[in-house]
């Protein structure tokens, strides 16, 4: 009975063989892979390398070729012509800035005397071009308060870099005792060393310097009024005096 | 299995053939050839530059006219005519009706380059500047003497006065002052730019 059981049983009592597939193992080979990937990979480097080698070589040749171009453009002649030029505007720039006014100097020299100074001799010298011109005057004034003033009034002027007075000395001309008690016979003799600014007083400041004088013509033009009402004043003192010396000339006459 | 090991083997170091035989001297050959290229192009762009800045500066030499030209080149001639120059100074003073008691012409000296270095200016190298002096003596009025001046400063080449002295009383010939006149003894430069380059 135990058995019939165990026969009517659709329960299969051992796993069947014949339906159950065999699992398949893949093997995978990496290092093929691998193999694979870096040889391909080398020669489409190469040819990249390669390629782009080619268009580096190319590029080069026509860099080459557009430089050749340029060079067959530029003209070693002409570039020399405009670099003399150049030297010769730059040096006469220089030459015409460093041109000193002497006129002007003196000018400013005889706007800056003052009181009663004499001048004995003016030396002017300019040992460089670009060197400031110096001026030496030798002079004698009466006393040592006006070579005081003269030293302020020198010293003020804006043109003068330098300024120093030597040789101040106090010399008599005779020993004449009645001149010599009154002091008249006293001077003072002086040397006056100046050096000037060569931006102020050359040809081109010349110009502005003169440009400056605008308030002296004013005053000038002032004193021409001054003179011209003193003119009219004389004429009218003089037609009256005309007119007098007439009627006089008519009384005399008439007498 | 046997041939497919010694197939990768082969492919491996055929690879390693092409790398360390090709491609790594040919990478290195590459950036050299790029340093190249960079170097063309920085030199082909300053090239460029200099052209269009050579034709630009030919563009500004020929817009000088003639005249100014000419006037550049008297102002600042190749070479002093020192002949020239005196007949010039003499035509300044007649032009101003002082006659010339004496000109006499220096050598013709180089002027040095200065330039500043340690301890002070100092005197380098040529300047391609030249220069003549010219001693000049007259006798003049103060103001006719100014008029002169003036003339000589407004020249059309520059005489620059390097020296000038004159004095109240005439030790020599006194009787100079007593017509109101001065005896001038003067010192006149005249340059010339003889090399340019």
Redesign the interface.
Known sequence: MADLQKQSSFIPQRPSKGNVKPKRMRKI?V??YV??V??F???I??AG??F??WS??S??DT??K??DA??S???EN????????????D??EG??N??????SI?AAIEQSIVGPI?????????T???DAPLVSLTAETDSFNTVLFQNQVLAANGIIRGLDIQNVSLETKSIDPANLALGNDQFVSLKIMATFDTAAVN?KG?RQFQSLEAPVDMVEASLDTDNSQLEAVGDEQISEVVEDEESVSSNDSSL | MGY?LIV?LV??I??FV??FT??TP??T??SE??D??LE??Q??GK??E??AK?NE??AT?NSISPNEMRA?NT??PSRIYHIEVMRDIQNIFDVNRIPILTMTSDAEGV?SK?AVVEGGPKNTSDS??SYRDFNITFVAEYEIF?SI??SI?SNAY?L??????????DEIHPEINSSGQMRYSLLLRA?A?TN??
């Open positions: 080979y290092l093929n193999t694979y870096i040889f990979g080398t020669l480097v190469t390398v390669f782009f080698g580096l070589d590029q080069i860099l080459a557009q430089l340029e060079q453009v530029f003209n002409e570039l020399a012509n405009v670099k003399i030029l150049d030297t010769k505007i040096t006469a030459m015409l460093n041109h000193v006014s002497v006129v003196l004499q001048l004995l001799d003016f030396v002017y010298t300019r460089g071009q670009s040809y010349a | 497919k990768q492919l491996l055929t690879s092409i790398i090709f491609i040919y990478v050959s590459i050839k790029q190249k290229v063309y192009e030199t082909l090239a460029a200099l052209n050579l500066l030919i030499k550049l102002y600042l002027l200065v391609g500047i100014k001046l003036a400063e520059p620059e006065v390097m020296n000038l002295s004159f004095a109240a009383q340059f730019l340019a380059l």
